[in-house]
DNA sequence: TATAATTAAATTGTACTCAATTTATAATGG
DNA sequence: CCATTATAAATTGAGTACAATTTAATTATA
């Protein structure tokens, strides 16, 4: 009795897909408080860090490409959380720039992985489990 | 010297969202070769499985909804590999039946587990560790 | 130094993803 | 039986994702 190597059951790949969607979903309702959405949050975690970041650093941070950030970053800028502008030294470079705003929505921020970590009902253990091995995945996967 | 709840480093779902995102990037090129997406496989995995499935049901085994599926499944009928029909019981249901050509397509598929897992550079321990873990994850989150 | 090659964003087109609404059908209670 | 309620898909609209191409600017090289 052979196990069959193409049910959903006994694949890998698929809960890291559904559990990926399903926290994010979990997010909505804390980051339509501050109004922002996942993909906007994280993007505004590198700024609140860096203060500055141009497209592809933002993009190597968050492993996402210019046709998905160079929208997201219009609408940001376009509520006000960030200019941005060329590069004086090399124009190809899109300088992405936290505002005085987008420094002020940390504050309201500040709550939300506190009240996220709440729902997700690891243990601090294995969370920490998770994390590594989660990130042992990314790494390996920029070697191939 | 207080850690910053809001750096990006500091959380556990971005690795998880950054890890789908890119594992399925992975399989692209093997999915490449039988025509579908990712999502149309897990789709196509489903049929495989239980050869006739309602648009609810499948939303269930998938955590995806009608906005995602029904286009969704108009293209696997368009393709061949399934067909779409209203329940004569319950005209409200759709019934989802996989063809011969969707049942042929298993055997090209059959190759693609194998293949990815040794992508993933995890061990078995490790893999299997991960899964767990996001399983939990999953059901919890069905539970609040 | 022209030209070629490279690089960074933006654009384009396809396909999700999901909240919210709509439409159609079925079940239920008065 | 009829109105209400519930349920299942489909639709709509906003926002990703990403491959592939284009545009503009810079760097390398013949």
């Known amino acids: 009795m052979e196990i069959d190597v193409l049910k959903l059951e006994n694949q890998l790949c698929f809960p890291l897909y559904a559990c990926s969607r399903e926290v994010v979903k ?3 309702p804390y ?3 501050i109004g922002l959405t996942y993909t ?3 993007a505004m975690m590198v700024l609140w860090e860096k203060k500055t970041v141009n497209v592809k650093s933002l993009g190597e941070c968050l492993y ?5 950030l160079t929208p997201l ?3 940001l800028e376009t509520i006000g ?3 941005r502008s060329r590069s004086e030294k090399d124009e190809r470079n899109l300088v992405v720039s936290i505002t005085e705003k987008g420094e002020a929505l940390k504050n309201q921020a500040k709550t939300i992985p506190e009240r996220m970590a709440a729902c997700l009902n690891l243990n601090t253990q294995e969370a920490g489990t ?3 091995l989660l990130y042992k995945m990314l790494r390996t996967g920029e070697l191939s």
Chains 1, 2 share one sequence.
């Open 26 to 28: 979990k997010y909505k």
């Open 31 to 33: 980051l339509d408080e």
């Open 40 to 42: 906007q949050y994280i």
């Open 64 to 68: 996402l490409d210019s046709g998905t």
């Open 73 to 75: 970053l219009k609408k």
């Open 81 to 83: 959380l960030v200019t």
């Open 130 to 132: 998770l994390y590594t």
